[in-house]
């Protein structure tokens, strides 16, 4: 039997008789991405269809969505609303419905900057917001598994960052090694939307100390938990990046 890698659904079609798609959104090697109107309140949904060859008895698309249920009283986190297995092409396809988060990818917001990289201050509250948020995950005992510029949608801003994060992911292996990998990886966020190797010499020296060269044991050595990181940036002297 072929396998499901591409659904393609047309815009306009109904699905399980409760969603009508408006739009492809996202589609990866995971599966596609639509947002959808629920026909019987009219509310905004997104939904992610897990191509079935990347998600062998639905194991990791199930234990996403429990994990979503788990953390649905982190703000930072997208709201879970449900789950469901559908039939197409005769084959199961598991469909994780969600909030449709209106805002713009990390990667874009950070892209319509001039040199395509944020100023110290907003890359400082961003990064300070993001930690807030993963801290919320961490206390639970859980991580987000795959932080990057395109997981992070902002909603709004002004004084602080009003963020989601989506597309979280589940491994197999320790949560204690995934809650470090989330810490490495939201350095490296700071790092990218400060504009990567092309400024980082460049940096002051209080930045580069949060980076320390985005060498894993030292970031893990400086900040063990993520509340390190939280409590390191509420007590930071950045007077050298005032020029
Ligand atoms: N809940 C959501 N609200 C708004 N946009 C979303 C939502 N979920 C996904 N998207 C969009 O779809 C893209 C792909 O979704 P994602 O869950 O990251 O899947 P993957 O990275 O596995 O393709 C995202 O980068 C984002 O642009
Ligand atoms: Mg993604």
């Not at 194991?59 to 709201?79: E, F, H, M, N, Q």
């Not at 469909?95 to 040199?115: A, P």
Request: some cysteine; hydrophobic content about 40%; charged content about 30%.
């Amino acid at each position: 039997m072929s396998t499901v890698d591409n659904l393609n659904l047309k815009v306009g079609r109904v699905m399980a008789n409760r969603f009508i798609i408006e739009e492809m959104v996202g589609r990866g090697l995971e599966g596609e991405v639509y947002r959808v109107v629920e026909k019987h309140t009219n509310k905004v949904r997104a939904i992610k269809l897990f191509y079935p060859h990347r998600n062998e008895k639905q194991k990791v698309s199930t234990r996403i969505a429990k994990k979503l249920d788990k953390l649905s009283a982190c703000p930072i986190v997208v709201d879970y609303i449900g789950y469901d297995i559908l039939k197409f092409k005769n084959q199961n396809v598991a469909c994780l419905i969600t909030e449709f988060v209106e805002g713009e990818i990390l990667s874009e917001f950070v892209d319509k900057h001039r040199g395509k990289r944020l100023a110290i201050f907003p890359a400082l509250h961003l990064l300070y917001s993001l930690a807030c948020g993963l801290e919320s995950i961490h206390h639970r005992g859980e991580y987000h598994g795959d932080l990057h510029l395109d997981n992070i949608i902002i909603k709004k801003f002004g004084l602080e960052f009003d963020l989601k994060i989506i597309d979280l992911h589940h491994w197999g292996d320790s949560k204690k090694d995934n809650r470090d990998e989330d810490i490495i990886k939201l350095i490296r966020i700071f790092y990218e939307i400060l504009g990567g190797q092309k400024y980082y010499a460049k940096l002051p020296e209080s930045i580069k100390q949060i980076i320390c060269g985005q060498k894993r044991s030292l970031i893990l050595k400086k900040f063990r938990t993520v509340s390190d990181l939280k409590k390191y940036l509420e007590s930071l002297d950045w007077s050298d990046a005032v020029k």
